[in-house]
Nanobody, 124 residues
Framework: QVQLVESGGGLVQAGGSLRLSCAAS????????MGWFRQPPGKDREFVAV????????YYTDSVKGRFTISRDNAKKTVYLQMNSLQPEDTGVYYC?????????????????WGQGTQVTVSS
């Protein structure tokens, strides 16, 4: 069993920044790839970013490239999402998740453990 807890969400103005954290516990390993997803109001949950266990391989959805940075601190068992230049379309509930060990994609059905989510609201 893996437990993930997100924190760091809040209300910011357009152009502002937030840093989300996801603390992992339970049967976790540094080899686990970890991802961030978000669910805008009235829309499906969508992929945002993923980082491999090495921390040297990352992938982002096109809409956040150049603005968001995913990272991890294995000693603290925590994954982060630094979000800069936030825009209203970034508003939503943000979730961290572990990718299945036998998966390699970005689709949400390839992730098996999820946090409770943290709300991010960007005002215009």
């Amino acid at each position: 069993q893996v437990q993930l807890v997100e924190s760091g969400g809040g209300l910011v103005q357009a152009g502002g920044s937030l840093r989300l954290s996801c603390a992992a516990s339970g049967r976790t390993f540094s080899s686990d790839a970890m991802g961030w997803f978000r669910q805008p109001p009235g829309k499906d949950r969508e992929f945002v970013a993923v980082i491999t266990w090495t921390g040297g391989s990352t992938y982002y959805t096109d809409s956040v490239k150049g603005r968001f940075t995913i990272s991890r601190d294995n000693a603290k068992k925590t994954v982060y999402l630094q979000m800069n230049s936030l825009q209203p379309e970034d508003t939503g509930v943000y979730y961290c998740a572990r990718r299945r060990p036998d998966s390699r994609g970005t689709a949400k059905d390839q992730y098996d453990y999820w946090g409770q989510g943290t709300q991010v609201t960007v005002s215009s």
